[in-house]
């Protein structure tokens, strides 16, 4: 069975930083690109960043210069880190796990708040 589950959202002033974590498993985790995705309140979801199997990254250039995406193949770990936070970053922060010829994974969220 497979899972992703993200950890490391809550809430955090403007200005400040977060770091997000999702581990995987039932997957070889090596073989997939891996996405962060957010949803905020009555907006599609949009891509954050991605990083791929061969450690490649793109950024939305909304988060770009202030987020970073890394992954770590020997824990099934990918994580988010978010410097420089602004209100407009509040969104519940999806894992996206992904790769040809197979189905797409989601984890359940975790969500970033960024508010005084």
């Known amino acids: 069975q497979v899972q992703l589950v993200e950890s490391g959202g809550g809430l955090v002033q403007p200005g400040g930083s977060l770091r997000l974590s999702c581990v995987a498993s039932?997957?070889?985790?090596?073989?997939?690109?891996m996405g962060w995705y957010r949803q905020a309140p009555g907006k599609q979801r949009e891509l954050v960043a991605v990083?791929?199997?061969?450690?490649?990254?793109n950024y939305a250039d909304s988060v770009k210069g202030r987020f970073t995406i890394s992954r770590d193949n020997a824990k099934n770990t990918v994580d988010l880190q978010m410097n420089s936070l602004k209100p407009e970053d509040t969104a519940v922060y999806y894992c996206?796990?992904?790769?040809?010829?197979?189905?797409?994974?989601w984890g359940k969220g975790t969500l970033v708040t960024v508010s005084t």
């Open positions: 996206k796990g992904s790769r040809q010829m197979s189905s797409d994974y």
């Open positions: 039932g997957i070889i985790f090596s073989m997939y690109n």
């Open positions: 990083i791929t199997s061969g450690s490649s990254t």
